[in-house]
């Protein structure tokens, strides 16, 4: 299994709703990536969880919260975003964190605040 | 610190024809480079990696690249474009930081396959 798989593909939130985005990987990586992509734009980094720590945090906002329950899945939670939010929400996953060892990313979620 | 520069926002070849994306890198020391591909409302592919050993890298779907270091380029290639090429292609830089690694993109080029 090569894959990383997001969930949901799709997802449309009112500013006060809650949800959460899901990334799962069975490829035994140890470090899991959470990135943005606004249209037209090449992805930016959020968090990276190394060995199931937050290891980088590039300044997000709280209202986007990290988890990663296991070695396997990660979590993005989301609460009272913005329209600025909308974004393509692209997880990824690589075996160890050295410069050298390339990601494999998943498909993303589309996420839509109105 | 780390950055790529992709040179071209937009190249347009006609199929059969050889590709030629360019990329320059920033460096302090010898980088890790990437080439990732992303088709339209898709994630992302990786294409190759250089990472210090051979500097002509070879990749999926043809594609090849080789790392000059006198020139800082990491320049993407393909003798023969196919349809299916078209795509956003991103080259992409790592620096490993407080015990991960971070991925630096470039603002990517879209290549466009003219029938």
């Known amino acids: 299994d090569t894959e990383v798989t997001q969930t949901p593909k799709h997802l449309v939130m009112g500013m006060t709703n809650k949800k959460s985005l899901k990334c799962e990987q069975h490829?035994?990586?140890?470090?899991m990536y959470w990135y943005k992509q606004k249209a037209k734009k090449p992805p930016e980094l959020m968090f990276v969880y190394s060995y199931e720590k937050l290891s980088i945090n590039e300044s997000v906002p709280s209202r986007f919260s990290p988890e990663c329950p296991n070695s396997s899945l990660l979590n993005l939670h989301l609460h009272a975003l913005q329209p600025e939010d909308s974004a393509l929400y692209l997880c990824a996953s690589s075996q160890e964190t050295g410069s050298d060892t390339e990601a494999f990313f998943g498909q993303g979620t589309r996420l839509t605040v109105v | 610190a780390q950055s790529v520069t992709q040179l071209d926002s937009h190249v347009s070849v006609s199929e059969g024809t050889p590709v030629l994306l360019r990329c320059n890198y920033s460096?302090?020391?010898?980088?890790?480079l990437f080439w990732y591909v992303q088709h339209p409302n898709k994630g992302l592919q990786l294409l190759l990696k250089?990472?210090?050993?051979?500097?002509l890298v070879k990749g999926i779907n043809g594609f090849e690249a080789e790392f000059k270091k006198s020139e800082t380029s990491f320049h993407l290639t393909k003798p023969s474009a196919h349809m299916s090429d078209a795509a956003e292609y991103f080259c992409?830089?790592?620096?490993?930081?407080?015990?991960?690694?971070?991925?630096?993109f470039g603002t990517g080029t879209r290549l466009t396959i003219i029938p």
């Open positions: 250089y990472t210090s050993a051979a500097t």
């Open positions: 490829m035994g990586h140890r470090a």
């Open positions: 992409v830089v790592s620096q490993l930081q407080t015990g991960a690694n971070n991925l630096f």
């Open positions: 460096s302090s020391y010898s980088p890790s």
